[in-house]
């Protein structure tokens, strides 16, 4: 069996969302210690809907795939729901990763996390 799914293959080659958002209202960037990738997120929210998203990271393959999944999940939908949104969610969507890369699906929400949180503050709500 492929160590890695179709789709996870397909993220990583032709990620979706990739660059910066230059009026984002909404910033994170978190890293993983052990490994040393680090992820950043952008996000342009309006009337409380994920208009725009885009990241940039500089990590493997699977931080990669799961970023690029991720903004796929919360394209166009309400704060409220991307708040929702697990690394379980996100490696279901890529029809999973390895064990031991999971923790690269981990990143994904946690940049997501972090960059509403950063909206929030910015918007003081
Ligand atoms: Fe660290 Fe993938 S190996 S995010």
Redesign the pocket.
């Known amino acids: 069996m492929a160590l890695y799914s179709e789709k996870v293959m397909d993220h990583f080659r032709n990620p979706r969302n990739v660059g910066v958002i230059e009026d984002a209202n909404g910033i994170g960037e978190v890293g993983?210690a052990?490994?040393g990738?680090i992820m950043k997120m952008y996000l342009k929210i309006e009337d409380d809907i994920i208009q725009d998203v885009k990241f940039e990271t500089f990590?493997?393959g699977?931080?990669i795939a799961s970023s690029s999944m991720a903004t796929e999940l919360i394209k166009g939908k309400p704060v409220s729901e991307a708040m929702q949104l697990t690394n379980k969610a996100v490696a279901e969507a890529l029809d999973g990763l390895p064990a031991y890369?999971m923790?690269?699906s981990v990143?994904a929400e946690e940049a997501i996390q972090s960059a509403l949180e950063d909206y929030h503050k910015r918007t003081g709500k």
């Open positions: 993983n052990k490994c990738d990590g493997c699977s931080a890369k923790h690269c990143l």
